[in-house]
């Protein structure tokens, strides 16, 4: 880019005969042009594949995400923070989960987004605002992150950029902490065992004592924790498992991607056509999350069964 004070007096055109030099865009000039400027020709080999979200979507359900703008800090504040596990049980009980909620310690939630630092003060005190304002600063950059993520999708889907993140916008996620104590013998460990997630995706931090295994082309597959990347895993098409390691504990942090309690889960109308049928009948978000944790554990299973329940 030229100089601030010099930057007017450059206005790029099809003529423009030296390629090398430095340039500034005037948008005003594009609309008088024949052709476009080869310097601001997006090259091709650089463009972003929407193809391949989509595939790895249908074939694997998971895909790694990278170059995502997350401050690192924040990510190692957030597992530095995980340190909770390593306190007295007696302490770690007044967050207990309690029946009939999804928040709480011990194979339960954390909490939702806009309400995790009061989480955190409400059932463990005024000790553990950090903790909760560390948190809360972390589901507000995953649910920033994830909202990218479903203009990537809602592009590779040929539904443009803001139907899936119009749709998940305002949505009512759910952060997760977990944490895997070493096993003298994993292979006997029964842990949460193979299941799908039930929301729609699941951004995923992993440490990198790693432990994630998924499930395709008929065997398991333990993916390599990737330094500053995270996991995300489709509901649906993704099953997977967490395998403990035998000297060192593992943590993990899932943010799992939801919309709106109230709102009406129905198929785009745009892919819906005669050879296309919509499959499942329109839902609540809240209904589906009550039947995940009441009446059936999730797996591949989990939707058809659901609408078998819900027509009942």
Not at 4 to 9: A, D, M, Q, V, Y
Not at 11 to 20: A, D, F, I, R
Request: hydrophobic share 35%; aromatic share 10%.
């Amino acid at each position: 880019m030229p100089p601030p004070g010099e930057r007017s007096n450059f206005l790029p055109t099809s003529g423009t005969k030296n390629q090398h030099q430095p340039s500034a865009l005037d948008a005003s000039i594009l609309g008088s042009e024949s052709d476009m400027p080869s310097q601001f020709i997006w090259p091709h080999h650089e463009r972003p594949c929407l193809e391949a979200p989509q595939l790895a979507c249908k074939k694997h359900g998971v895909f790694m995400v990278v170059n995502h703008g997350v401050d690192p800090g924040l990510v190692d504040r957030a597992h530095r923070c995980m340190d909770f596990f390593s306190m007295q049980l007696c302490e770690k009980q007044k967050a207990q989960r309690k029946i009939g909620e999804n928040s709480g310690y011990s194979s339960g939630f954390v909490g939702s987004p806009n309400i995790v630092e009061q989480y955190f003060v409400s059932v463990m005190g005024q000790d553990f605002r950090h903790f909760g304002k560390v948190y809360q600063e972390y589901c507000e950059a995953m649910n920033k992150l994830s909202m990218e993520v479903m203009e990537l999708l809602g592009l590779s889907l040929v539904l443009g950029r803001a139907y899936l993140r119009d749709f998940f916008q305002g949505n009512d996620s759910i952060l997760r902490l977990n944490h895997y104590p070493p096993c003298p013998k994993p292979d006997l460990a029964l842990g949460t065992g193979p299941h799908a997630d039930p929301t729609a995706l699941t951004i995923l931090d992993q440490d990198q004592v790693g432990g994630l295994q998924v499930f395709a082309d008929h065997q398991w597959h333990s993916l390599t924790p990737i330094p500053g990347a995270f996991v995300a895993l489709c509901y649906k098409s993704c099953l997977h498992r967490p395998v403990v390691n035998n000297e060192r504990a593992r943590r993990s942090i899932a943010f799992f991607v939801c919309t709106k309690m109230n709102k009406t889960v129905t198929p785009a109308t745009a892919l819906v056509n005669v050879e296309n049928p919509r499959i499942y009948p329109d839902f609540k978000w809240a209904t589906f999350l009550e039947f995940t944790q009441k009446h059936y554990k999730v797996n591949m299973k989990t939707l058809e069964a659901f609408s078998n329940w819900l027509q009942k």
